[in-house]
Each structure stands twice: as C-alpha cells, then as structure tokens.
C-alpha cells in the first residue's frame, strides 16, 4: 500500500468518525430538558436576554430604593408574568427584605417559582390506545405539536395513528398526511366538510383494530368566542370519552407570542372541554417566557411541554425550577 493510499483511508475514516458524532448528537434525545436548560437554552434566549439582561443591571443596584422594586415590577410585566402576579410576586420578596444583590435574586427565583406548586406534569397515557386530543385557538401550533408529539411517541417504540379531525380548514388534512409520513405514523383522514367528531370516532377504532398505542385528535383552530365551533369541540372530546372510556390528555395549545390575550382564550377552552395540560408553543419566538407564569396561575392547570421551533424535534419536558433558572441568568 503506498503512502498515498494510507493517507486516504486514514482521511476517509475521521470523517466517517466525525460524522458519527456528529449524527449522535443531532439524534440526542430533545427532552432531555435538563441537559438543555444546564446549558441555558437557545429558545428562551430573547426573554433571558430581555428579563435577565433587565435583572442584571437592577440586582447591581442596592435592593431596597424605589428604583430597584419599580425595575423589578417592569422587568416582570415586560416578561409577561401578569399584572396581578408581577404585583404579588414583588410584594412577597419585598416583605421578606432581601439584602444585597445576590440574595434578592435567590428570593426573586423561590417566588417565581412557588407559583407553579407541583402538579403533575407527565403525559397522562392510559388505554389501549391511549387517546390525546389536542386543541386551540388558530395557528397557535397545533398540528406542528402533534408532529412532536407523534415524534416522541415513535422515539420510544410506540405504534401511532393521527386523526385529521381538522375538517375545517382546507389543506388541514395534508399538512398532518406529511407530518405522518415524516414520523412515521398512521392517518386518519378527514375530508374537508365533513364531521369532526366521526373522524375522531374512526380513528379511535381504527387504532383499536390495528394495535395502535396513541392515537392524536388534531382538531380545527377555533376562536374562544365562537360558541358553535366550541361546542362541535366539546361533541369531540364528548365522542371520544365515551367511546375510549377515557380521553388520556386534552392538550390546550397556546402561542407564547400572544402574551396574555391568551390566557382569557384558554380559560374559555378549559370551561368547556376540561383541558388537562398546557402545551405553550413558540417560546424561541418571544422575550415574554414569563406568560407561562401567568398561564399556570390563572388556570390551575399544568403546562406540560413547550414549543421550542417549528421542527418535530423542538418539543421539551416544563420543569419549573429550571425554566426559571434559564430565564433568570445572565447574560
Ligand atoms: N417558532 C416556532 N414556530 C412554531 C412552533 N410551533 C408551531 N410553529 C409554527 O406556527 C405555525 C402554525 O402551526 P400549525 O401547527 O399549523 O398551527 P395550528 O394550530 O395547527 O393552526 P390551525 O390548524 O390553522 O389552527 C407554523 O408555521 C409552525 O411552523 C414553535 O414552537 N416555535
Ligand atoms: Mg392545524
């Protein structure tokens, strides 16, 4: 072998090697949310540089002038985290008189923090199949979260099916046939016009009859205010009970972006569809990170995932403490 041809192989193989890693990486499971959140996630990179960059500069200061408490106050609004719960929340590190720089931020992230309690954030998959129905207000991210979802389902071995009950929008049920191929579930079709519910119903059996683990409810974007287009969704989730005997998850999607417009949305869905989880899509779009503050507060339900790009990949766990921590460093 001449010294040429040894050179070659050498080459060819730290690029397979380089190549390997760099695959290895990629395929890296995206929940892991706590090694993404250690690093300080890219996602929540506007609202730590906005609400971060703002606390850096206010915890420099002494902790206890008018200017510091009036920073903090709009440093929390301009995040996001609600009138009433930016008043709340300086309120309580006020009265427990924070000394120094170092200790009013620890005290900021406790309070922060006690807003969420603990309540369970994990998916809710019980059945065979089990049943998610995922629902919203328009564009706030739907079918993409159901890619995710789907996605993730796949990563961990399980067999999955979508229903296209979005019959509303014309090109709903394409867009999720191409997100079903890309992730390698099943499809349920559903033409345009026709019942949301029935295709829901079809579905559900069609998982039964095939051994499907999942099966994922897409439904049409609807406004809060349309009060027939919210009771078709409550005749879905209604269908979809009594035929699986249990809905697992109904999934409320809700845009970051749309700060706290959305929370006066989601409270109507949850009135009338029993929404069990939270997911808050869009969040490497936004400085305002701190609506999830608000949104957990105000409808007593756990936000379960977040929304962190518009790949099937970008999909992360909520963990409080950390977001928190993201969103509180410096930068
Ligand atoms: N940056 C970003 N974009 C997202 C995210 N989730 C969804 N999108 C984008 O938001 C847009 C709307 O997404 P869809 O999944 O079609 O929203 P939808 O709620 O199903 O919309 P309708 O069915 O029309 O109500 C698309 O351009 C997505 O790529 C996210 O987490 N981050
Ligand atoms: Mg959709």
Excluded at 69 to 91: F, K, P, R, S, Y
Excluded at 178 to 186: F, K, L, N, Q, S
Excluded at 242 to 269: H, M, P, Y
């Amino acid at each position: 072998m001449t010294t040429s041809q040894l050179i070659l192989i050498v080459a060819i193989a730290i690029v397979v090697v380089l190549g390997v890693v760099v695959l290895a990486r990629r395929s890296a499971s995206p929940t892991d949310a706590r090694e993404l959140l250690t690093e300080g996630p890219a996602y929540l990179a506007k609202t730590r540089s906005a609400l971060g960059g703002r606390l850096q500069k206010l915890f420099g200061a002494a902790a206890s002038t008018s200017e510091f408490w009036q920073g903090l106050e709009e440093a929390l609004l301009a995040a996001d985290v609600g009138v009433v719960a930016t008043d709340e929340i300086v309120q309580r590190v006020k009265e427990r008189h924070p000394e120094g720089a170092e200790e009013a931020r620890r005290v900021l992230r406790e309070e922060l923090l006690s807003e969420f309690g603990d309540r369970p954030r994990d998916l809710h998959l019980t059945g065979a199949p089990s049943v998610i129905v995922v629902v919203g207000v328009n564009g706030t991210g739907k079918t993409t979260t159901i890619a995710k979802l789907a996605a993730l389902f796949a990563r961990e071995g399980k067999k999955v099916i979508l229903g296209a009950a979005d019959t509303f929008r014309a090109g709903a049920d394409a867009q999720l046939k191409t997100w079903a191929e890309r992730v390698g579930a099943d499809i349920v079709s559903g033409h345009e016009g026709s019942d949301p519910a029935s295709v829901a119903f079809d579905t559900y059996e069609a998982a039964k009859a095939r051994g499907h683990d999942v099966a994922i409810i897409d439904t049409a974007g609807r406004l809060h205010s349309k009060h027939n287009l919210m009771q078709e969704l409550g005749k879905v989730v209604r269908v979809l009970a009594k035929t699986a005997g249990e809905v697992g998850e109904t999934l409320l999607v809700i845009d970051a972006t749309s700060g706290q417009n959305a929370v006066t949305q989601a409270r109507v869905f949850t009135e009338q569809v029993g929404v069990t989880g939270v997911v808050l899509t869009k969040l490497d779009g936004t400085a305002r990170g701190g609506v999830v503050v608000a949104v957990e507060r105000e409808l007593d339900i756990p936000v379960k995932l977040i929304g962190t790009g518009e790949n099937f990949g970008d999909l992360v766990p909520f963990v409080p403490c950390m977001f928190i921590d993201a969103m509180l460093e410096d930068t």
